[in-house]
């Protein structure tokens, strides 16, 4: 049986306009969470975000360059999620709260 | 008759038909699993397993479905509600989903993509969030407990499984489920004899890790009885509960499959590629084995004492030599003999798993994250090092 | 017609998710809710045909990544700050910062001259039946480099995350 085709009728402005949507939200939650754990995720948001807009600029142009790119923000996630949460484990067990405006020992 | 023809020809007739019956025959499958389960963990101990709901114990897994859906449906105080109300679906949900790309037969699957297998990993990998969820949301320490010890399982074992299955796609050269069956009908071999043997040793790991991955004996550390209660599960009752146990069974049906699949040729026969094999194995094989059956459900009819169970075992024996009968007509067996290969071989590997589960003590969570980090993983990087090198070295 | 109903639903699973990602109180609903924009963005790749990062979406993002995050969400104990503020003492020049980032972004959209294209840009032809060997021939190729570079860059991380681990023990 052939795959079912998915002919896109929905426009490539729409695909933009929609990660650049999620990437400003993700700027906002970056900007105002408190809580390092949301901030984290806020990141995700904004690469995932950019990855959607690769994804479809590659689409557009018919090359698979921009799933590469993507493929590697992916990792480049995956190596950061890592240590970030590494990190935040240990100024957990260091400082007994996650709230950015705290943790500010590096402050003059 | 033209509707007929119309509707049996469209190209959603398949899936659609499949999918419903996936859904609707899965819990009973699974009630079915569980009542071998017991059975066969029954004989290894020297016991008779459950023998009173229907003649040795046949009607048993209805009995239990009754159960569950009539017990009271218990959710905790303090839980957080709508997750622990959301969490047993995403299991199940993940679970039954990863059915559909699985092919049963040539042209038997609901969805033949090009990523087949990564989508049976990407389920698989989604279905863990059901358990982590679950032991969260019920707001107990056991729970919880069980939950953190499951996460950090599957995650580490899903590494060692996804380079598992590596090695094969390797061999097989696509991730098209039908395909890599395909495959191995061209190379006359099935994967897991491919590479003089070498192929093995995947195999094995892969053996290994799906045990893991399936929260198994003696991999079982998440529910272990004697330390956490019940595990992530220690809240949940009734229906609920019934939806984690059936995604349980899903997820071993579906590694089984997987395996079949990807190293023990699919819906092949054994020896596919030699013809004058075909009457013994499509016509032979089956027949032998539903008319023994069969004999055998009626040797035990003669001891049973009640007569209703007597009356009923007889039934089954008369049913099994009458489907040996069905199995022989030509058109007939032309269309069942690839499923039947198919499911065959899934339940020996389900059966080959109730045995480890009968044999191993369940092991210690360092010895459990040590096999998976220091045997496993490595072991799996080394196969599909000799793997690529032995099959380049083959094929030139 | 079936994949314009397609878009807005994952569109709205993104959106939605995204939204409640950065307002819910709980950490752990906050990680659920990332898991949803995370899945709608993924159904986003499968509408413009990329199966492959379809499948490692959902493998890498929400299969590791958020399962990370979970798991450390378990591990600290967030309730007590659940019930507190849940802005930064910044969020006033937070919310100038976003709100510019929101406007230059239209703004170039805008002089992209992408806002103004046609309403429906005409379907493009399928690049053939799965792009998996076409992405890995130009992995394997002609971003080599990167690629080694990258699993460099996973080892770094796995020493570094290890030596974290042992330093707090």
């Known amino acids: 049986m052939p795959p079912i085709p998915l002919p896109t009728a929905v426009p490539l402005t729409y695909y933009l306009i929609l990660s650049a949507i999620l990437f400003a939200l993700g700027v906002a939650g970056f900007l105002f969470r408190k809580s390092l754990i949301t901030v984290f995720m806020s990141i995700e948001l904004m690469l995932n975000a950019v990855n959607l807009t690769f994804v479809t600029f590659s689409y557009q142009h018919k090359q698979v360059d921009g799933h590469l790119f993507t493929f590697f923000v992916m990792v480049v996630a995956a190596a950061e999620a890592a240590v970030g949460l590494a990190i935040i484990l240990t100024v957990f067990k260091n400082r007994g709260t996650l709230a950015v405006d705290e943790i500010d020992s590096l402050k003059l | 008759m033209d509707m007929l023809q119309a509707i049996l020809a ?116 989604v279905g863990i969030l059901g358990i982590v969820l679950g032991g969260w949301a019920s707001n107990s320490h056991y729970s919880l407990l069980g939950a953190l010890r499951s996460a950090a399982q599957l995650v580490s074992y899903e590494v060692a499984l996804a380079l598992a299955l590596l090695s094969g796609v390797m061999a097989a050269g696509t991730l098209s489920m039908a395909g890599i069956v395909r495959a191995q009908q061209e190379r006359h071999i099935w994967f897991i004899f491919d590479n003089y043997g070498l192929m093995l040793i995947p195999f094995v790991v892969y053996v290994i890790s799906a045990v893991a991955e399936t929260n198994r004996a003696p991999f079982d550390l998440p529910e272990a009885e004697s330390e956490l209660v019940a595990g992530f599960h220690t809240e949940y009752s009734g229906f609920r509960w019934a939806l984690y146990f059936l995604a349980e069974y899903a997820n071993i049906f579906v590694v089984s499959a997987v395996a079949v699949t990807l190293f ?92 480890l589960r009968g044999t191993f003590p369940r092991f210690r969570y360092d010895q459990l994250m ?27 | 017609m079936l994949d314009t109903i397609f878009f807005y639903v994952f569109a709205l699973l993104t959106i939605g998710g995204a939204i409640a990602t950065i307002t819910r109180r709980s950490a752990m609903h906050s990680a659920l809710s990332l898991i949803v924009s995370l899945l709608g963005v993924a159904g986003l790749y499968l509408l413009q045909k990329a199966e492959f990062l379809f499948a490692v979406q959902i493998v890498l993002y929400i299969g590791g990544i958020m399962v990370l995050f979970l798991f450390v969400i378990m591990l600290v104990n967030l309730d007590q700050a659940a019930k507190e503020r849940q802005f930064n003492r910044q ?71 290890v030596m974290m681990a042992k330093k707090t023990s």
Request: glycine share 8%; net charge neutral.
């Open chain 2, 10 to 125: 469209h190209p959603w007739f398949t899936p659609l038909l499949l999918t419903a019956l996936i859904i609707g025959l899965f819990p009973l499958v699974a009630g079915y699993i569980v009542l071998v389960e017991r059975k066969v963990l029954a004989d290894m101990q020297v016991r008779l397993g459950p023998m009173r709901v229907g003649p040795h114990g046949l009607l048993q897994p209805i009995a239990d479905a009754l159960k569950l859906l009539l017990k009271e449906d218990i959710i905790p105080e303090e839980s957080d509600k709508a997750l622990f109300w959301f969490a047993p679906v995403i299991s199940t949900f993940t679970a039954l989903s990863a059915f559909c790309v699985i092919p049963f037969a040539s042209g038997v699957y609901v969805a033949d993509v090009n990523v087949g297998l990564l989508v049976i990993s990407a389920m698989s990998s």
């Open chain 3, 91 to 161: 969020w006033l020049l937070g919310l100038v910062a976003s709100v510019l980032v929101g406007a230059q972004m239209v703004w170039m959209l805008n002089s992209a001259g992408v806002l103004s294209l046609p309403a429906a840009v005409p379907a493009p032809a399928a690049t053939g039946p799965g792009n998996i060997e076409a992405l890995a021939d130009l992995l394997f190729r002609e971003y080599l480099l990167p690629f080694e570079v990258a699993s460099l860059l996973l080892l770094v991380a796995i020493v570094g995350s």
């Open chain 2, 370 to 396: 040590n096999i998976g980090w220091k045997i496993m993983i490595p072991v799996a990087l080394g196969a599909i090092l000799l793997n690529a090198i032995v099959g380049m070295l083959r094929i030139s």
């Open chain 2, 264 to 355: 023990l040729g699919g819906w092949l026969r054994p020896f596919p590629n030699v013809s004058w094999l075909e009457l013994p194995f499509n016509y032979g094989f089956p027949a032998l084995l539903f008319l023994l059956i069969g004999l055998g459900s009626l040797r035990l009819a003669r001891k049973l004492t009640w007569r209703p169970h007597a009356i009923g075992m007889t039934g089954v024996g008369l049913f099994m030599i009458l489907l040996a009968g069905v199995v022989l007509i030509p058109p007939v067996n032309a269309v069942v003999s690839s499923p039947f290969w198919f499911l065959i071989k899934v339940g020996g590997f389900v059966y080959l798993m109730i045995w």
